[in-house]
Each structure stands twice: as C-alpha cells, then as structure tokens.
C-alpha cells in the first residue's frame, strides 16, 4: 500500500539544504507502488515533481504538487560474455555506490564518474559527466515507466537524445517518464579513460600507475573530496551552471579583448569554462548573506545556513547578468530550477 503524505518537509532531501514543502509527497519501493500511485487523485490531478539525492535541484518555493522519491534498490549483473559485463541497477541505488560495485568486480567504465551524489534514476536524466567521462559512454539502456499510460518503455541510448548536461528525460520527456532501471555494457577489458588532464597530471605527479578500475576510482574521489564541497557541511548543488560552448568566430572575437581566456575544442565546438568567466567577473568567495560563491569553485553557489530558494536564485540572476555584460555569453543554470 503506498502512503500518500501531506505539506512534507523537503529541507532534508535537497542537497543545497532550502526549506521547501511539498503538497503532497510519496515514496516508491517497488514497481507496483508507483503504478498504484499513478491511480491515485493526488497524482492524476497535480504537477509531479521526481526527486532521487535532490543534489541538482533548487526549490524557489513551495512545490505545489506531488514529489515522488525514487527508493528502488537492487543491483544484478544480468550478461557476462569474455569481454563485457551487462549490469542492470534500479534507479533508487545511490550511485557512488553502484560506480564502487562495478569497480570492486573489475568492471571497467564507471570508475571516472565516482563520487558524483545522487542516484542511478537520474544520472541519464542530465547526462552525469565528470572527470573525461559521460553516463552515456556507459549505458545502453533506460527502462521507465508512462506515468499518464503506466506502461514501461526501454529506452535505447540512441532515443535517450543525450546531449551535454542533457536527454530526452531534461526536455521533451521531462516529468513524463519516471526512471526506475539502467542497464550498463562495462568492458571486463582494461580501459583506461585519462582523456582529463587534471586526471592524467594528478596520477604523473605523483607516480601513481594504474591498471584496475578501482584504482582510478580511488584517485577520482581523493581529487573530488579535495575540490568540491561536501553538501552535508555546505549546502550546494555543485556546478550550478553549464560551461559555455561557442563557435571558432566568436572565440577569436573574444581573444582580442581578452587574451587569456581559456578554451578547449570539444565535437567541433570551443568550450569555455564556466567558473573562469565567473571568476572574471570578481563573484568567485563572494557572499551576500546567507548565499555565496565557494572561494574555491566559482561555478558553486553555496547556502551558508537558511538561504532561501529565491535568494539562491537572485544571485544566479546576477551572475548571469555580469557574465553577460563582461563577454556577452549568457550563462545557462546546470541545476533543475523547482
Ligand atoms: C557536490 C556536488 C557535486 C556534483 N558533481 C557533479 C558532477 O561532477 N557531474 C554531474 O554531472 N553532476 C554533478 N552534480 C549534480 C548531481 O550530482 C547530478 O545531477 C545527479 O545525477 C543528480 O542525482 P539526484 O538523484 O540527486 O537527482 P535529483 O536532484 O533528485 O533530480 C535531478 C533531476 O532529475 C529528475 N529525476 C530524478 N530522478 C528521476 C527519475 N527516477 N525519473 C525521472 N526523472 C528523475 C528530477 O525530477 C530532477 O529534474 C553534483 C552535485 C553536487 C551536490
């Protein structure tokens, strides 16, 4: 039977920490909860909000309507042949932990994406990328479910439209489908990703060869847990914005008023990070009140203890306008604005 709740407190299930409740809320430990709950009045006639780690939302108010927590949990290697391993993780599995299942079986793939919080559910849902590696690389299935039919789809990669920080379940599909599965194809194969140069000149520097996934993914968290904030001590969704792709043109207009600035060539575009315009723009360890940006990381904003959704987003508001007036590129938020 599932369990209908009224006006719930979401300030613990949201990783920037903001005081928000929903109208109604509902846990999903099954499958069959969450068809029964697609027959239930306070679903059918609400706005549904799906939340797994709440670590790339940021509630600006009250949400008014239904949140759905995604608890399903189960782990299985479901295919082995000589060279691959198929794993199939429910959506509700934190995802250090399935990344941590895969490496300790020697499964190549995940190990680049460790640490990154939330759960499996909604690592396709923006394309997790970290550290030279996308979900994407990894996955070859989504299995979800029509909340308005109640019938499951299995997604091909192809139809899950990933794109940077994006697919089909961030646009077209958003709030339509709800994830309760992947299914991941891992090489059993060594095959190391050290395509991030952060990566590869951490492990030079410091003589670490690595030849097992676990390894990389050891380093992976050591290099994270020494960058990025811990949101059990800072509330934060992490990078709060994308980077900023542009065109060749545009690059060489920029250069001539600032020389400096950083770019990378990715599929045919010119990446500029994100935190450098920011950082440019003088927000980096700035702090208005309860909100901020971390002195670290520009692309962090932080709540340093009762910020509000708003507040979190009047500075998002501000920093896109400087990003803008400085070098005429607009900053686009990363986090699911609720
Ligand atoms: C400190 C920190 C570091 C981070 N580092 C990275 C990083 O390196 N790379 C990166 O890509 N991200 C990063 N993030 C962002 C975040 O970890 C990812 O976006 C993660 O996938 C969010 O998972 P979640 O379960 O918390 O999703 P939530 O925040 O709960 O939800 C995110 C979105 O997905 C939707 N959603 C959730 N579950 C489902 C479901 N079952 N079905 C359909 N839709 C669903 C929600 O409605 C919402 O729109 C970081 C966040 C933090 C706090």
Redesign the pocket.
Known sequence: MIQILENYDLTKL??FGIKAKALFFCEINSEQDLLDLIKAEQFKNNQK?????????LFTKDFDGIVVL?KLKGIEITKEDTEFAWLRSM??EV?HDLVLFSVEKGFWGLEN?SL????V???P??????YGSEVKDALENVE?VDIMKGEKKVFSKEECEFGY?DSI??SKL??K????AVIFKLSKIPNTNLSYKALKEYLEKNSIEVNNPKGISDVVSLI?KSK????KVLG????FFKNVYIDIKKLEELKLKFRDIPSFEENGMIKIPAGWLIEQCGWKGKRIGNVGVHENQAL?LINYGGATGKEVLDLANQIIASVEQKFGLKLTP???L?
């Open positions: 949201n990783t909000l799906f939340l797994g780690g709440g670590s790339n939302v995604n959506g509700g995802w994406l990154v919080p939330g759960t559910g909604a690592a849902v923006q394309n997790i990328g970290a979800a920080r379940f961030k958003k709030s489908y709800f994830i309760t994270r990025l904030p811990d949101p934060s969704a992490g990078s962090v990363e986090v699911n609720i």
